[in-house]
């Protein structure tokens, strides 16, 4: 069965399975050998489900992790609930212990189907007699919208009992959306909009996955409507386009929330509930697109138009006419409110973390990816960082995950070779997930890691600030991040300012490169 395992992912296009090795999925990690995918090891499972995240964020394909029973698949589960939070298409194995033991031995043994049913889409176990078409079920499963993750289970034995399957390469089911199939709810939603005086766009994810930024930015132009964006859909239409409006529930997200409010129809693109962080409080009307019917109901929409989301907006985009409904100045007097509001408790003569964004923003070659760890750092990194691509910002906003960061940045740098990959991140997910980093030295990564260092989960110490509360395990223990960084096969470099953080900012590595940024975290009091 290893060996169909292994044939089927490089016919799905699986380059890389990040994982972590344990007895019983020796054999698989042997079937690999010849032709792939290759197996690239992590420090930690957890770590290695986020590298495989990561690598399936930038490369819009599944991602795939392995582990072994037991401590490895425990270890596993937060990146695998990531995936499915986040939307994005992923397969974790785990091996188990013999099926002759497997329903009652107590030694390393959990109930993975259990142990994953709420964080996947499906979690199922091979059987060599099904095997063939379990593994068709989960992929189709993990990428079908909305993509997730999907948990397979093999026993030790079963990975070494040959069966056929699939080896010729015919049985792949397609992975990726639909490419223009269309559904209409509710009353002539195409009138709706035409009665709009002040309609804005709202794109995500869905939009990311139909690659609907051609049609999207066609629309936002003839239309005349702002186009504002959930985090993890930066880039679906350029930062740098007159009607890019701002990044939904990241820094100045009160700016954003006030054009909402005042639009009087908000179009979705694709955008998906799990993009909020403050709850939807405004009674602007909606007219929800998206490959998925509005079923989480997080917000009230009386009208949808559901299935390819590029497909969807070519459509109403031809069916569009009279004037454009705001004018590009408008759209520029919006971003300077925001902008203003963003660089808000800017301190000069201290590194604000609004400035360390905006400095490797600029620093960073055009097409480099650029993850962010979770914390106050990410919401300033949302909204300052200039995305003009998708998938080239990776943020977890689903399950966000401190943790995310570095390995998402680890399992870009391996899927994509040759591209500059940053990761911007908080002293405490850094913390986490530090020793990775000789994973970036063992496979000498083009990657340059900033650490917001401020001694503090600051996104947490502010909240019991705003209690009254006195700071209770909130502070990050300080250690010496360059020392640290050169002990693990990376170069490592301390500033704290802005001069010094352009000099140290360089894009053309064989080493990888650790800056700690030491930040003054006046500007998140500000503003959270
Ligand atoms: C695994 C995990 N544990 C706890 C949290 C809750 N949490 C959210 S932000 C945050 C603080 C992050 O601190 P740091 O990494 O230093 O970033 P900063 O807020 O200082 O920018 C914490 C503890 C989380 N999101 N994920
Ligand atoms: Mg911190």
């Given at each position: 069965m290893a060996s169909l395992l292994a044939s089927y992912l490089r016919q799905a296009g699986t380059a890389h399975v990040f994982g972590y090795p344990g007895e019983s999925v020796v054999e698989f990690m042997e079937a690999t050998r010849?032709?792939?995918?290759a197996i690239v090891a992590a420090v930690r499972e957890a770590s290695a489900a986020f590298m495989a995240e990561g690598a399936a964020m930038c490369t819009g394909q599944l991602g795939v992790c392995l582990s072994t029973l037991g401590p490895g698949s425990t270890a596993l589960l937060n990146g695998v609930a990531s995936a499915t939070l986040d939307r994005i298409p992923m397969l974790a194995i785990s091996g188990q212990v013999d099926s002759s033991r497997e329903q009652f031995w107590t030694h390393?043994?959990?109930?993975h189907n259990r142990l994953f049913a709420p964080v996947t889409k499906l979690a199922a176990r091979l059987e060599p007699r099904s095997a063939d078409t379990v593994i068709r079920k989960a992929l189709r499963t993990a990428t079908a919208e909305r993509p997730g993750a999907v948990h397979l289970t093999v026993t030790t034995d079963s990975f070494g009992i040959t069966v056929t399957g699939s080896e010729n390469g015919?049985?792949?089911?397609?992975?990726?959306?639909?490419a223009t199939t269309l559904d209409f709810y509710g009353a002539e939603p195409l009138r709706q909009l035409s009665q709009a005086r002040r309609p804005v766009l709202l794109a995500g994810g869905g939009a990311v996955r139909c690659g609907a930024t051609a049609a999207l930015t066609r629309l936002a132009e003839r239309a005349g409507m702002p186009v504002v964006v959930g985090a993890m859909a930066k880039g679906v239409i350029s930062?740098?386009?007159?009607?890019?409006a701002g990044v939904l529930d990241?820094?100045?997200h009160r700016v954003i929330w006030d054009l909402l409010a005042r639009a009087d129809l908000i179009v979705t693109a694709g955008?998906?509930?799990?993009?909020?962080?403050?709850?939807?409080?405004i009674g602007t009307p909606v007219l929800h697109v998206d490959t998925?019917?509005?079923?989480?109901?997080v917000y009230p929409a009386a009208t949808e138009i559901t299935g390819n989301v590029a497909a969807a907006l070519e459509t109403i985009d031809a069916h569009w006419y009279g004037?454009?409904?705001?004018t590009p100045a408008e759209v520029a007097a919006h971003r300077a409110a925001l902008r203003q509001a963003w660089q808000d408790g800017y301190a000069s003569g201290r590194l604000n973390p609004s400035e360390v964004v905006s400095t490797a923003s600029e620093a960073a070659p055009a097409g480099t990816i650029v993850t962010a760890d979770v914390g106050s750092h990410k919401i300033i990194t949302g909204q300052a960082w200039v995305a003009?691509?998708?998938?080239e910002t990776l943020i977890t906003?689903?399950?966000?995950?401190?943790?995310?960061g570095l390995p998402a940045a680890i399992g870009a740098a391996v899927s994509r070779p040759g591209t500059p990959v940053v990761c911007l991140t908080g002293d405490g997910g850094f913390a986490m997930t530090a020793t990775e980093l000789s994973v970036a030295s063992r496979l000498g990564l083009n990657l340059v890691v900033v650490v917001f260092s401020d001694g503090s989960l600051n996104r947490i110490e502010l909240h019991q600030q705003s209690l009254g509360y006195p700071l209770t395990a909130t502070s990050v223990d300080r250690t010496d991040i360059p020392v640290l960084a050169e002990s693990l096969g990376c170069d490592g470099v301390r500033v704290d300012s802005v001069t010094g953080l352009e000099k140290a900012l360089?894009?053309?590595?064989t080493r990888p490169l650790v800056i700690e940024a030491r930040i003054d975290p006046g500007q998140y009091s500000a503003q959270f």
């Open positions: 010849d032709g792939g995918p390393q043994v959990v109930d015919a049985r792949v089911p397609p992975l990726a959306p639909a930062e740098d386009h007159p009607y890019f990241m820094a100045g955008f998906d509930s799990v993009e909020l962080i403050t709850p939807w409080q998925t019917p509005n079923t989480d109901q004037a454009q409904r705001w003009r691509a998708p998938r906003n689903g399950l966000s995950a401190m943790g995310f360089d894009f053309r590595r």
